[in-house]
């Protein structure tokens, strides 16, 4: 398969499987990955996610160029069918690592981009290259790098095709960490495991808040926090929370 899913301690691990293709994204592995973030959205056995690329070349280097569709078809069609749904964010409140050990480039960035965090190998290198060939990174990254990283490092990426190195993604705040390829997949579950054993409805209103809050003026943000926090108050994961810390023991945490 072009994607594979695997669920463990409520992580879901998400592999782009075409190592001889760079991982690169052909109309199959775009179905795969349609059908596999509808499944990490809505079943309450995961909790988090992690999406990685087999092999040690490449997490992604974007649309096969041998598999895309002819310039003739509708073009409105193709990017309602085959775009968007590759992006982990639409509409999922559980967080997405990004595990990124080799290139990430045009679509493979931009699928980067939207998640929640980014952690890179020492071999890993970033770009959005589409105005080499005559395209534009039409998925998100337009608008998601310059809000990740400084604009004018942004702006040279996007007008250039140059791509950045992993000490330099980690300097621009691009990801969070860098450690070397063979350190990559522990450092990702350690992440996601301890994402996972973590209240699940409290993540997921975390990550709203901070994700629909940073395009709100601050009073808007805080009190939009204010709204999840008594959202959550009586839940009975808080309360399991309370005892738990009571009795000096771990918690277990059931959604709900």
């Known amino acids: 398969m072009p994607v594979t899913l695997e669920v463990k301690n409520h992580v879901a691990y998400v592999t782009l499987n075409r190592p001889e293709a760079m991982n690169s994204l052909d109309p199959e592995s775009t179905c795969d990955l349609a059908e596999i973030w509808a499944r990490v959205r809505t079943d309450p056995d995961i909790r988090v996610a992690v999406?990685?690329?087999?092999?040690?070349?490449?997490?992604?280097?974007?649309?096969?160029?041998?598999?895309?569709?002819?310039?003739?078809?509708?073009?409105?069609?193709?990017?309602?069918?085959?775009?968007?749904?590759?992006?982990?964010?639409?509409?999922?409140?559980?967080?997405?690592?990004?595990?990124?050990?080799?290139?990430?480039v045009g679509g493979g960035l931009e699928m980067a981009l939207a998640c929640d965090m980014?952690?890179?190998?020492?071999?890993?290198?970033?770009?959005?290259?589409?105005?080499?060939?005559?395209?534009?990174?039409?998925?998100?990254?337009?608008?998601?790098?310059?809000r990740a990283i400084p604009q004018a490092v942004a702006m040279k990426m996007l007008l250039t095709g140059e791509m950045i190195s992993a000490e330099e993604a980690l300097r621009y705040g691009l990801v969070s960490d860098v450690v070397e390829p063979s350190a990559l997949a522990d450092l990702a579950r350690t992440y996601a495991e301890k994402i996972a054993s973590a209240a699940p409805l409290s993540v997921q209103a975390t990550k709203q808040a901070a994700v629909l809050g940073k395009d709100m003026p601050l009073e808007h943000g805080i009190l939009y926090s204010h709204l999840l926090w008594g959202v959550l108050r009586?839940?009975?994961?808080?309360?399991?929370?309370?005892?738990?810390?009571?009795?000096?023991?771990?918690?277990?945490?059931?959604?709900?």
Not at 118 to 130: C, D, P, Q, V, W
Not at 234 to 256: L, M, Q, S
């Open 118 to 146: 980014r952690i890179a190998s020492s071999n890993a290198k970033f770009g959005l290259t589409e105005v080499k060939v005559a395209s534009l990174a039409g998925l998100n990254g337009t608008q998601a790098l310059p």
């Open 234 to 256: 009586d839940t009975e994961d808080r309360k399991e929370g309370f005892k738990a810390f009571g009795e000096r023991r771990a918690p277990e945490f059931r959604g709900a």
């Open 51 to 104: 999406l990685s690329g087999a092999g040690e070349k490449a997490f992604c280097t974007g649309t096969d160029m041998k598999k895309a569709p002819p310039p003739t078809e509708c073009m409105a069609a193709t990017y309602l069918r085959e775009g968007q749904p590759i992006l982990p964010h639409m509409k999922m409140w559980k967080p997405i690592i990004a595990a990124i050990n080799g290139y990430a």
